[in-house]
Nanobody, 126 residues
Framework: QVQLVESGGGLVQAGGSLTLSCAAS????????MGWFRQAPGQEREFVAAISWSGTYYTDSAKGRFTISRDNAKNTGYLQMNSLKPEYTAVYYCATTRVIWASMAILKDGNEYDYWGQGTQVTVSS
């Protein structure tokens, strides 16, 4: 059984940084793509970033601020977030899919992912 466990969330001031981690068990990260999504209160879940063998992809608000990466040896994915803004406050989820090579159009669709973590809260204060 595949399990994803996020960590690294917390409270940070605007302009600060956080690094989220996603530890996987039951599936090798390198066998598919990994994505990060977020959901703010009262809003729909939205795509943040994804990494696959075809490259890395970011939503516009994350470009230049966030960096997605993964350590295949540790079977762990990361989302380095810099220059955080209050509007980035949300629960952040990692997810994995068996898709190996795909465009952003596919990887930004949450329906493409078959396993999700429980989420980690990120709160950015102004």
């Amino acid at each position: 059984q595949v399990q994803l466990v996020e960590s690294g969330g917390g409270l940070v001031q605007a302009g600060g940084s956080l690094t989220l981690s996603c530890a996987a068990s039951g599936r090798t990260f390198s066998s598919g793509a990994m994505g990060w999504f977020r959901q703010a209160p009262g809003q729909e879940r939205e795509f943040v970033a994804a990494i696959s063998w075809s490259g890395t992809y970011y939503t516009d608000s994350a470009k230049g601020r966030f960096t997605i990466s993964r350590d295949n040896a540790k079977n762990t994915g990361y989302l380095q977030m810099n220059s955080l803004k209050p509007e980035y406050t949300a629960v952040y989820y990692c997810a994995t899919t068996r898709v190996i090579w795909a465009s952003m159009a596919i990887l930004k669709d949450g329906n493409e992912y078959d396993y999700w973590g429980q989420g980690t809260q990120v709160t950015v204060s102004s």
